[in-house]
């Protein structure tokens, strides 16, 4: 982690897809994050006015984004794309950006969202929660 485990500071977090990126917001003090919203893509490209926004409203000092891999521990096919993702944010905000591990966090949003009885369309967010929740504990 950048800051000092003392400082509290928001953190945007981000579960990578070509068609959807679910975002989440969270704080280094509680370690805790909480779901945001899910950007849907534009002609393949991110939403970027949509992340603008995003970051212009919470404000974060750093992001994080879920580096897809496979249970074999090698990179997913969106992998490179999760990553060039990651590099756009940096050079558009120039905020610092993570990359974690999110293996099996969709999955898990999954269980959570039927245990609650709610397949509400919340998936990715609360997949982008799960990765940056697992950065904050890191």
């Known amino acids: 982690m950048t800051a ?11 579960d990578y897809g070509v068609k959807h990126i679910g975002v989440a917001v969270g704080q ?10 899910t950007l849907h893509a ?19 000092m750093e992001l994080v984004v879920g580096l ?17 993702f990651a590099r756009q944010l940096h050079g558009r905000y120039h905020l610092p950006v993570h990359m974690i591990d999110e293996r099996l966090t969709t ?22 929660t799960l990765i940056l929740e697992t950065w904050l504990r890191k």
């Open 4 to 14: 000092a485990a003392s400082d509290n500071i928001t953190l945007l977090g981000f």
């Open 28 to 37: 280094t003090l509680l370690q805790s994050a909480t779901p945001l919203t």
């Open 42 to 60: 534009k002609k393949h490209k991110p939403d970027w006015d949509g992340v603008t926004q995003l970051i212009t409203e919470w404000q974060p």
């Open 68 to 84: 897809p891999f496979t249970m074999d521990d090698t990179e997913s096919e969106v992998a490179d794309k999760a990553k060039r």
């Open 107 to 128: 999955r898990e949003a999954a269980s959570i969202l039927r245990s609650q009885d709610k397949g509400d369309g919340r998936l990715d967010a609360l997949a982008a």
